[in-house]
């Protein structure tokens, strides 16, 4: 943890005197995981107290149109594109964060898969009576994440028939109410008797992208800056791995 203290050290003194900030950071569900488990030891080391918001997209979008005080956005790239258009980001602060593939929620107690190739995944969505997934509708991106890898894979309609986008999905995997499901890697499991089998093939995986940017009205965005440093550094990158998000820029 040495390298840990000296990017938080070093950042940390530049805060305002008045000693230890309130970060709030706006974040998404997918990757709210890794952070969360981080800022502990961030606030150890720093003082620094972090709140989040972890949310789901659409909610996401909600605050940021309505002006909502954060320190830091970690949120989808494609809202935080929208976000440095309308001027609601201090500009250049932006950066590549995480990314999060779609990965295969398993029964625990079930039969083994095998999607290790496109051709075998493809095989395996066709002999299924029934797949979970998210229901785009509600705001979700994994949803559309996994639309695209149907789409690709020529079985969009094919799957609609036998899909299953009520909440409680993975919670039916794991009852064996369905026979598997497709959810971000980061949110599986998230029910008793399930797994996480692993995650769709490079070839037809579709990526849902994360950044991170400094909100307009950030009036001391130097603590929300160390505990970006902290979260991406070369030592954090284990807490990333172990969600099954891939961190950018190291």
Do not use: C
């Amino acid at each position: 943890m040495r390298k840990f203290a000296i990017v938080v050290g070093a950042t940390a003194a530049m805060a305002a005197p008045s000693g230890a900030a309130e970060i709030r950071v706006l974040t998404g569900n997918a990757v709210g995981g890794p952070q969360q488990a981080l800022a502990a030891e961030f606030t150890r080391l720093s003082g620094h107290e972090v709140k989040f918001t972890s949310t789901n997209p659409a909610i996401i979008q909600r605050k940021i149109d309505a002006n909502e005080a954060f320190e830091l956005y970690i949120i989808p790239a494609a809202f935080l594109r929208a976000a440095e258009k309308a001027n609601k980001v201090v500009a250049g602060t932006s950066r590549a964060l995480a990314r999060v593939g779609v990965g295969v929620a398993a029964r625990g107690d079930g039969p083994r898969y095998d999607f290790s190739t496109p051709e075998a995944f493809r095989k395996m969505l066709l002999e299924a009576k029934k797949v979970a997934f998210s229901d785009a509708s509600t705001g979700g991106l994994s949803a559309l994440s996994v639309a695209k890898v149907l789409d690709n894979l020529g079985v969009a309609d094919v799957v609609k028939a036998k899909a299953v986008t009520q909440g409680n999905g993975q919670e039916m995997v794991g009852k064996g109410e369905v026979d598997f499901g497709l959810y971000n890697v980061s949110e599986i499991p998230r029910a008793p008797n399930v797994v996480l089998a692993g995650r769709l093939p490079a070839a037809i995986q579709a990526w849902l992208e994360y950044e991170a940017a400094i909100p307009m009205g950030n009036a001391a965005a130097e603590p929300a800056q160390a505990f970006l440093a902290f979260i991406t550094s070369p030592q954090a990158r284990a807490k990333w791995e172990a969600a099954g998000i891939d961190l950018s820029g190291n």
